[in-house]
């Protein structure tokens, strides 16, 4: 066998709330190289409707249309393979990088260290694969940690292998930015989808699939969000609170304020009164971090009294982004087509 290191580049995104967006994020290079593809998209939130379907389940909020490689075919170049069996698994992984793709993969995390469920629950997430050790026998991934950090970590060969062969899914992806990537700002993209938001609507063109009647759109997921924390004051004994939800709007507002700064930063709708907008969406990003920060302060108290703080602020924090939402598409549609 060969010898040496290889290590393809990768840069922590300024968003990485879900591994799914967070992997290709990581490989498209600089964070200013793909920006303006990245503002033309991740707009719209979706999550599932606890009241729609009956069942006791989490709200699931996410961003629309960014939940698997194939998403994102019109930055990466996507191979789907199937793995190998378990000896021949990291053999797969180092020609694909020695190749400049990367390995995106979905992995039983009980067989991987630096991560909350090794040794402990046997938890199916993705892990992306970006470099090799041929002398330690070791691969680096990108993933959450046990702190919970979306961060790099060194793990065996042999024990991303039988990650992947006890997982459901044995496919993995080999990606690689596309060199013909050349993204511009859309303001006719990012208008339709900003008003689809503030409206909660969904304009899915594709093939309608059963678990779609499940999902709501834009501003409804506050309630969905809402619904999975009342849930959780309906449990009993001690909880261990999913932060992904709260994350997922923090990042939101995070994207939609560096939304409102590029376009004034290039000359886009410049003059159209904007800086209200921007100023309301700071302070909803910085409110959310704090509610993020009080769930998991629950985890510790178990005071229903913190729950009920969060779900009134969401609440408020519903209505004001609406109105938010309507003057931003108010001074948008002043500006000259």
Same mark, same amino acid.
């Given at each position: %066998?060969?010898?040496?290191?290889? %290590? ?5 995104? /300024?968003? +990485? ?6 992997? @290709? ?10 920006? @303006?593809? %990245? ?16 069942? *006791? ?11 698997? @490689?194939?998403?994102?075919?019109? !930055?990466?170049?996507?191979? /789907? ?12 992984? !180092? ?20 991560? /909350? ?38 793990? @065996? ?19 690689? /930015? ?32 059963? *678990? ?13 969000? !809402? *619904? ?23 990042? +939101?507002?995070?994207?939609?304020? !560096? ?79």
């Amino acid at each position: %066998m060969k010898t040496g290191i290889k %290590m393809l580049p990768v840069e922590i995104p /300024p968003i +990485h709330g879900r591994m799914y967006y967070a992997f @290709p994020l990581s490989i498209l290079g600089p964070a200013d190289s793909y920006l @303006p593809w %990245m503002l033309n998209n991740f707009i719209q939130l979706q999550a599932y409707s606890l009241t729609r379907t009956g069942e *006791e389940q989490a709200a699931e909020i996410r961003f629309y249309n960014a939940d698997e @490689p194939g998403c994102f075919s019109e !930055v990466l170049t996507i191979v /789907p393979e199937a793995a190998g069996k378990e000896q021949d698994i990291h053999r797969q992984a !180092v020609e694909a990088i020695d190749r400049g793709q990367y390995v995106y993969a979905y992995v039983d995390k009980y067989f991987v260290a630096d991560n /909350p469920f090794h040794g402990k629950k046997h938890v199916v997430q993705e892990a992306l694969i970006y470099g090799y050790d041929l002398e330690e026998q070791t691969f680096r991934i990108l993933g959450f940690n046990k702190s919970r950090l979306f961060a790099s970590s060194i793990v @065996p060969f042999a024990d991303i292998a039988k990650g992947i062969i006890h997982s459901p899914v044995t496919d993995v992806f080999l990606l690689k /930015p596309r060199e013909d990537f050349k993204p511009e700002f859309q303001l006719d993209k990012v208008i339709p989808l900003l008003t689809q938001y503030v409206d909660s609507a969904d304009k899915h063109t594709g093939a309608a699939l059963p *678990e779609r009647s499940r999902l709501v759109f834009g501003l409804d997921v506050y309630k969905s969000a !809402v *619904e999975s924390l009342r849930c959780i004051l309906d449990r009993e004994g001690a909880v261990v609170t999913n932060i992904a939800y709260l994350h997922i709007l923090w990042e +939101h507002k995070k994207v939609m304020g !560096v939304r409102l700064q590029y376009m004034q930063d290039h000359g886009i709708a410049i003059h159209s009164g904007l800086d209200i907008v921007r100023e309301a969406y700071r302070q909803m990003e910085q409110e959310l971090f704090n509610l993020r920060n009080k769930l998991l302060k629950y985890e510790l108290t178990q005071s229903a009294r913190l729950i009920e703080q969060i779900i009134q602020s969401l609440d408020a924090m519903a209505l004001k982004e609406k109105q938010v939402l309507e003057l931003w598409l108010e001074r948008l549609a002043m500006i000259p087509g």
